[in-house]
């Protein structure tokens, strides 16, 4: 066992709650070269204010918020500044007492630098100044090293103590601080503007895979911060982490605005979508929160009364939060003039918002080159991406039939309250858009001819569809369903880009052998089901179920692709191997293979026998083997009755007490072993809930959440605020008579596992083709690139030139000794394309216009011909024919929807054929003896022309006919053969030029001996 793998680590996070409030990016450490004083080691940006890395401590150079807003509004909008006017400000020092100087060093570079010159002094420039994610000190007290880095949540730093060395030489002593106090084990340091709280240390150690609690507290003394730590293992990593609160904030809509569904990006912002609705008597000016530049800053229109909740008529309300919850970062509506339902969100990439969502509305904002571009009739689903600034749609699309799709209404499969509004959406690596959801018609949804199921059994039928990056085309989908109801709720893509969904079924469905559960248990049953997503193949499906109602409303995977569910159950699940559980719970986990026939755990939650306690909202397996679980229990609704009352929660719940009404969100230890962490969320005076939807943890265990909070009985009392909101939260307070789609960001700080994680740009290049790697891994030690080439790099980020052509698998391997999870990796495909210059022949057809055009060059991506004449073809060998003779410039593209395209030109002259000026003769003389004008015949046709011809005498007798240009007539009669009497034929013949029309001619012939 290498060193690094028994030191034992205090993890301490920094949530500054009160930090002005500017958008909370992750803080980039630029090195000081030279163009700063020497006692700065590194000087990063953060929320109004600056942090500069020290040999001893850190300073925070804090602007009190209210001034750096006015500050920035003046400068941009070039106004006057206030008489007397001035920026408040507040220095706050930490020092590590008896700390060595240390030179600390940057880890993790970013791909860029950045250049200082100021002012004349040279010496005072530097450039090319490196940017890093990371800052690590190395033995700052004897056998304790500290790092400095971003997490989701913000700025964190970790104390590493190696072997014997003893946490309690750490002293923090802060200098500046106006006031530092303990209260309830919460440390709070306040200053002029602003202050700063840092919630009780958790701490633990993982034995293997267990997870081990140590008992660890804040010690006070003056101003100066010391850690007490109880009996630990110092052979293992202790790990420092407390459970924070991020944010909590609501929407700010004065408009009745409903809760749905939210999600994060690689930032740690937070995106919420509800809907909205027209304003109520009690706030008639009411409205959603639109920012100036959005996509649609008004509603369409509020005159539907489509759907299982007509009478509210409402647009979707989309809301994105900076990762401290103080900035609407931007807000818009979505929607036509009937009503739109956000299901479930999700960010790519590029950390663009995808939506799936469903509507009645016929105008709402699709794309022209959408792959549906009408509304199928009753609700359709509806998928959209908005660019990164929220001010313009990337895609949008209806996918939908003449039935009800994308709804769940009139069916028993509704079990909880807004269980009508379920589905969820995934983006792959290859950027391409999954979605699951449900269907209600059997045409006009574009089902692939490979289909797992191509033909639609009755009733709703779950709906799985792939979707290429621009919403334009339908790559592939497939119904899964019988002849009774059936709906699927949930997607992943696990570690081998395989789809997981599962949902709820009354119909006898197909079943892969050796299923968990090969048949209908009776009633309604939860189903799973894996598929290829390359070869589109099911791979595994399986019932889950009792006798009685159960429902598989969530999937995830860990890292050796297991499957895990969670739903709901009014029978008696199986437990196993899971020394947690309630026996006859109303919620149940399970863990399977990867086949769906092995049930590795199960385990029931719950204080109900057979009786679901909460809706589930949001499910995860990280990478350490935690479960993580929400849900919403109240009697909000119509539907099942749920309550959080009396529901266990652990001694560091962040909410301990609960009116029956709230959240409830946990975390299990790898196989339900053990409840590690439990808490509620909601307000105290109204029934908490989502109205459909899903919302989502990452994978360090952070949970983004929607919530339909503080909405009033009927008659109210109204503008209730019950749900507490952070310091500085973006709206303190419900502005709205009625509901406010709050939001909440949780960090429940369980995990210390690593995250690999990239992104290759571009995928797909034509030979040689140069990629660039970005690094977005969580934590990590080391970093290994194997590109598939046989090459390979060790850089945080790496750039490589393919010079072969192919497809290539490339990795990224993260190694922390420290972490849970020791290694992870992440590949993508890499398709490099060769470079064959075009290449083509034109052959032309005799006697015509047409002309084949024939390809010579090899085109993976595709064809493309433009004929010069107006129009294309993008087969591989077309025939043209063209309208009219002349000379043409014709245009030929190989990979023109890729970026190896290649064009050629050549120049085509398509001439009539020559041909002479018809002659046709009146007389001739077949005597053979002087062989001179014995034979009828025209002069002047060509090959290309036509003819017809029939001769009669003066009986009218036909006595010759032909259809050959070149004919010659002797005299003698076609039928016996004999030379006819001398005297005068009468001819009637009609000729063609190459294709043109007929001409006839009659006349007569002489024929004389």
């Not at 300073?59 to 909008?77: A, C, K, N, R």
Request: charged letters at 15%; hydrophobic letters at 35%; proline letters at 5%.
């Amino acid at each position: 066992m290498g060193i690094k793998q028994r030191q034992a680590m205090l993890l301490l996070l920094w949530v500054a709650y009160a930090l002005p409030s500017f958008a909370q990016t992750p803080v980039q450490f630029t090195r000081n070269d030279g163009q700063w004083h020497p006692n700065v080691l590194f000087e990063g940006d953060i929320l109004s204010g600056k942090l500069f890395v020290e040999q001893q401590g850190f300073t925070y150079y804090f602007l009190h918020g209210d001034d750096y807003s006015t500050f920035h509004d003046i400068s941009h909008h070039k106004k006057e500044f206030p008489e007397g006017f001035a920026m408040r400000y507040h220095v706050l020092r930490t020092k590590f007492v008896g700390a060595k100087p240390n030179l600390a060093d940057g880890k993790m570079p970013y791909p860029f630098h950045r250049n200082y010159f100021i002012g004349r002094d040279k010496s005072k420039w530097a450039s090319q100044v490196p940017v890093f994610n990371e800052v690590d000190y190395t033995n700052l007290y004897p056998g304790i090293d500290l790092k400095l880095y971003n997490d989701a949540s913000g700025l964190k730093y970790d104390w590493i103590i190696a072997p014997h060395a003893d946490p309690a030489q750490i002293n923090i002593h802060y200098e500046g601080a106006e006031d530092i106090f303990l209260d309830n084990g919460i440390l709070y340091i306040r200053t002029s503007v602003n202050h700063l709280v840092e919630g009780v240390p958790l701490a633990y150690q993982m034995v293997g895979e267990e997870r081990r609690l140590v008992p660890c507290s804040y010690v006070l003394e003056g101003k100066n911060i010391r850690f007490k730590v109880g009996e630990y293992n110092p052979d293992l990593p202790l790990i420092i982490d407390p459970p924070i609160m991020i944010f909590a904030t609501y929407s700010g809509s004065s408009a009745d605005n409903f809760g749905f569904t939210a999600t994060y990006d690689s930032r740690g912002n937070l995106y919420a979508a509800g809907n909205v609705t027209e304003p109520y008597p009690q706030a008639p000016n009411g409205r959603y929160p639109a920012t100036t530049g959005a996509f649609q800053v008004n509603p369409a229109g509020f005159i539907g009364t489509s759907g299982p909740y007509g009478f509210f008529q409402c647009d979707m309300a989309i809301s994105k939060y900076d990762s401290s919850g103080k900035v609407l970062v931007w807000a818009s509506y979505l929607g036509g003039t009937d009503n739109d339902y956000p299901h479930s969100l999700v960010v790519d990439a590029e950390d663009r918002l995808v939506i799936l969502g469903s509507t009645y509305s016929d105008d709402f904002p699709v794309d022209s080159l959408a792959a549906d571009t009408t509304l199928g009739g009753g609700a359709d689903i509806v998928v959209v991406k908005f660019s990164f600034d929220g001010s313009a749609l990337v895609g949008s699309t209806y996918i939908g039939g003449p039935g009800d799709d994308g709804v769940l209404d009139n069916t028993a499969l509704t079990y909880n309250f807004a269980d009508n509004h379920r589905g969820d959406i995934q983006v792959a690596r290859s950027g391409n858009i999954f979605f699951a959801s449900c269907a209600k018609s059997s045409s006009g949804i574009l089902i692939s001819p490979d289909a797992i199921q191509t033909q639609h059994g009755g009733g709703y039928d779950g709906l799985i569809m792939e979707l290429d990056s621009s919403l334009q085309n339908v790559m592939w989908a497939t119904y899964w369903g019988g002849d009774k109801d059936d709906a699927l709720y949930a997607l992943r893509i696990d570690r081998s880009n395989n789809l997981i969904s599962g949902g709820g079924t009354l119909s006898t469905l197909f079943t892969t052998p050796d299923a968990l559960y090969p048949t209908r248990q009776g009633g309604i049953d939860g189903m799973v089901l894996r598929i290829d997503q390359g070869t589109k193949k099911l791979l595994a499906s399986t019932y889950i179920g009792t006798a009685q109602y159960d429902q598989v409303y969530f999937v995830d995977f860990d890292l050796k692709n297991h499957v895990y569910v969670f739903g709901q159950t009014a029978g008696t699940m199986p437990l196993v191997g899971s020394p947690y559980n309630f026996p006859g719970g109303g919620q149940f986990i399970m863990k399977m293979d990867e086949k769906l026939d092995s049930l590795l755990m199960a385990t029931t939650l719950g204080n109900r026998t057979n009786n679901p306690n909460f809706s589930p909202t949001a499910f995860l397996v990280d990478n350490c083997y935690n479960i993580y679980f929400a849900g919403w229990g109240s009697d909000a609704g119509v539907g099942h009755v749920g309550t959080t009352a009396g529901l266990p929660v652990t001694p560091d719940a962040l909410y301990p007490q609960t009116d029956g009404n709230d959240f409830y969100l946990g975390v299990l230890d790898k196989n339900a072993q053990n409840l590690i962490y439990a808490t509620f969320f909601g307000g105290t005076q109204t029934a908490d809930h989502v109205d459909g939807g899903t919302s989502r943890f990452d994978k360090r265990g952070v949970v983004y959440h929607s919530i339909c909070g503080s909405c009033p009985e009927s008659g109210g009392p109204y503008f209730i605020s019950d749900i507490v909101t952070t310091p500085g939260a973006a709206f303190p307070i419900n502005s709205s008579p009625r509901c406010s789609n709050a939001s909440f960001k949780l960090d429940f700080q369980i995990t210390y596992a690593i995250e690999s994680d990239f992104i290759a740009a571009p995928q797909l290049g034509c030979s040689p083709l140069t990629v660039n790697f970005t690094n977005r891994s969580y934590k990590g030690t080391s970093f290994t690139w194997v590109f598939g080439d046989g090459s390979s790099d060790t850089g945080y980020n790496a750039t490589h030139t393919y010079t072969q052509s192919g497809k290539f698998r490339a990795y990224l391997k993260v190694v922390d000794s420290l972490s849970c999870n020791l290694v992870d990796s992440v590949f993508v495909d890499i398709e490099v394309v060769p470079t064959i210059p075009s290449d083509f022949t034109a052959s032309f057809k005799p006697c015509s216009k047409e002309v084949q055009f024939n390809a010579n060059s090899a085109a993976p991506l595709g064809y493309f011909w433009d004929f010069g004449d107006g129009t294309t073809s993008t087969l591989k060998d077309p025939l043209h024919e063209y309208t009219n003779y002349g000379t043409y410039v014709v245009r030929f593209i190989t990979n023109k929807s890729g970026p190896c395209a290649d064009t050629l030109e050549k120049t085509i002259n398509l001439t009539e054929p020559a041909g002479g000026k018809l002659m046709i003769p009146n007389v001739f003389t077949p005597d053979p003896g002087d062989n001179l004008n014995t034979c009828y015949s025209f002069d002047g046709l060509n090959n290309c022309d036509e003819l017809e011809i029939e001769i009669y005498n003066r009986y009218a007798e036909l006595v010759y006919e032909s259809k050959d240009i070149h004919f010659c007539w002797n005299g003698a009669s076609q039928a016996t053969g004999r030379l006819l009497p001398a005297g005068v034929y009468y001819v009637i013949a009609k000729v063609r030029s190459s294709g043109g029309e007929w001409v006839d001619y009659k006349g007569t012939v002489t024929m004389i001996y």
